[in-house]
């Protein structure tokens, strides 16, 4: 266990650029793992501790620096964990706290750092604080946001927002006579209560809950909802408002600031300094920096390599805006090709493309509409995966990108439990396409997932999922396996320094550009181009002829010394 030090440095990079001066932090490949979908190491069909432990050298073996496990805290799973009853356990399910700890002792016995998710937003309808709440005990009802309703009887909600997950943000409680009470906020699912952080109760609780982890070794927290925390005092109404394209009095309040600046001082204090990652969904994008300042959080993810069309020029725009953000805040830029919340990226890249962005909701009311192409999506996703590994920063590898998975869209709607689907009433399909075990061996469903007599898991996985198993493309040189491992390999060797990136001259639909002695092109069409000769080829992301970097595909050249 380590102990608080005081105050140390946050790892900035120093005047001379040095790459020994960077911090882990700056430049490391983060593997996002999702626990019930993960590995099963008890046999019950659902992913667990035990299993993620007996998979670590899988991730050793791919070459990432860390691992990010989504929430592991005991919940009735009503939002894949995302809905927390107690933040200073692990869910008896997934092998409870004692199995944490031996995980982490593993994790870092490989030279893996581990970060958590926190969920500081909203507990679970079952945390001992709502309970007391709803049984009227005053002193919890003020940790979280109950109103009054509005209209004479109050049958109203106290105002218009509307919740991420669909239908209104308030639920209306029944008082201990039995009679409608008030109406509590919610900016996701019912079950899941917004916590009100204008309490200092609740300011305090969460500090405790970040040194509880960091106590047991816990090297740093992506955080949930960052934005979400502090809504506008007087709780206004949203006018129409859209959460995700404009400013929302339920979000991004100048006031959340006073949260990171006093969690970043508990990180600070320990060593080695703790890290945060932030899910900040800004509307305004220039306010994204105001996260980064550098005592509040490390870094924020780059959302929008999410929902790029597969085009060339809207590409090199988001690149060049997060590098803009790096720029100005000295935080580096958090890549993701893909994560537990949208459409995986093979299957995004499967269909014809819009020509700037598209959005997960899009994403999925396209499905049915086109039938996916899907070994076009994986020769993009590969090529995707060398760009994005190659950019300044860290990158960001969510659990079975580096095997190619596509997204499963035919599971069958009584399967499907994610409240967006839901709470939809079924027109959205949610995503726990995202989130189906992932194959490890052998040649039939759960290939590996699951000890050899387990019931089946909950999300059935594609039969031709045989192919793709860890296994399977472990053996195979040509494999997307094997091509994220040369990937990351060769980023640790060359492109973890310092070095910044220059965009190159390249031809029509090609985006290139060097760092260090790295050359990257990817083709983006309309046709293959001969690359540069008198360079050597590092990778190239699908096979080609000797000096051809095909459509839809990506290579790294050594192109020497700059
Ligand atoms: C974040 C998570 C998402 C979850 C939501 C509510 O956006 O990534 O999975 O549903 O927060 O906690």
């Known amino acids: 266990m380590s102990t608080p030090t005081g105050p140390v440095a946050d790892g900035t990079p120093s005047a001379d650029g040095s790459a020994a001066a960077l911090a882990w932090w700056r430049t490391a490949a983060v593997y996002q793992v999702v626990p019930r979908s993960f590995a099963d190491g008890d046999g019950d069909g659902v992913g667990d501790l035990p299993g993620l432990r007996s998979r670590l050298q899988h991730l050793a073996d791919l070459g990432v620096d860390a691992v990010w496990v989504n929430p592991w805290y005991p919940s009735p799973g009503v939002d894949n964990g995302y809905d927390v009853t107690d933040y200073r356990d692990v869910d008896a399910a997934l092998g409870g706290l004692a199995q944490a700890e031996e995980f982490l002792r593993e994790a870092h016995a490989l030279g893996l750092k581990v970060l958590l998710d926190i969920v500081p937003n909203h507990t679970s309808h079952t945390h001992a604080w709502f309970r007391a709440a709803l049984a009227g005990d005053e002193r919890a009802r003020a940790r979280y946001l109950f109103r009054p309703g509005r209209g004479e009887d109050g049958s109203l909600p106290p105002n218009d927002w509307e919740s991420c997950f669909g239908g209104p943000s308030w639920t209306r409680t029944t008082g201990a006579d039995g009679r409608p009470g008030e109406w509590y906020l919610h900016s996701f699912a ?3 209560p917004d916590l009100d952080w204008r309490n200092p109760e609740v300011r305090a609780e969460f500090v405790d809950v970040l040194r509880f982890w960091f106590d047991r070794g816990v090297d740093g927290f992506r955080v949930d909802v960052a934005h979400g925390l502090l809504k506008q005092e007087g709780l206004p109404d949203a006018l129409g408002r859209d959460r995700r394209t404009e400013e929302h009095p339920g979000w991004d309040q100048d006031e959340v600031h006073e949260v990171y600046r006093e969690w970043r001082a508990v990180a600070d204090a320990y060593d080695p300094p703790r890290v945060f990652v932030a899910e900040a969904w800004v509307a305004r994008r220039e306010r994204l920096p105001l996260y980064l300042r550098p005592d509040e959080l490390h870094m924020a993810f780059e959302f929008d390599p999410l929902h790029v069309a597969w085009r060339e020029g809207p590409w090199r725009r988001v690149i060049e805006r997060g590098l803009a953000v790096a720029q100005l805040t000295g935080a ?15 299957t995004r890249y499967a269909r014809s493309q819009p020509p700037e962005h598209g959005s997960n909701v899009s994403e999925r009311a396209r499905w049915g509409s086109e039938v996916p192409d899907l070994a076009l999506g994986r020769a993009r996703a590969r090529a995707a995966a060398l760009l994005t590994t190659a950019l300044p920063g860290l990158v960001y590898v969510y659990a079975g990108e580096e095997l190619g998975l596509e997204e499963v869209e035919d599971i069958p709607a009584d399967l499907r439990t994610d409240p967006i689907h839901t709470r939809s ?7 726990d396409g995202s989130r189906v075990p ?10 590996g997932f699951s000890p050899p007599g387990a019931p089946a898991p909950r999300l059935p996985q594609p039969p031709h999922w045989a192919a793709l198993t860890a296994a399977a493309q472990a053996r195979d040189e040509g494999s997307t396996l094997s091509l994220y491992r040369r990937a990351l390999r060769l980023r640790r060797e060359l492109l ?17 550009f060097r760092r260090g002695r790295v050359l990257v092109q990817v083709n983006f069409g309309p046709r293959a181009v001969a690359l540069p000769s008198g360079a050597r080829l590092l990778v190239r992301s699908g096979p080609a002829p000797e000096g051809v970097l ?6 790294w050249l050594d192109v020497g010394a700059p």
């Open 190 to 192: 019912p079950e899941q």
């Open 332 to 346: 580096p830029s958090a890549w993701a090709l893909t994560n537990h919340d949208v459409v995986r990226q093979v």
């Open 425 to 431: 009433g079924g027109r959205d399909p949610g995503r």
């Open 438 to 447: 992932l194959p490890w061996s052998g040649q039939r469903p759960p290939f």
């Open 496 to 512: 973890t320094g310092p070095e910044p990136l220059r965009w190159c001259e390249a031809p029509e639909g090609v985006l290139a």
């Open 550 to 555: 095909p459509v839809d595909t990506a290579a």
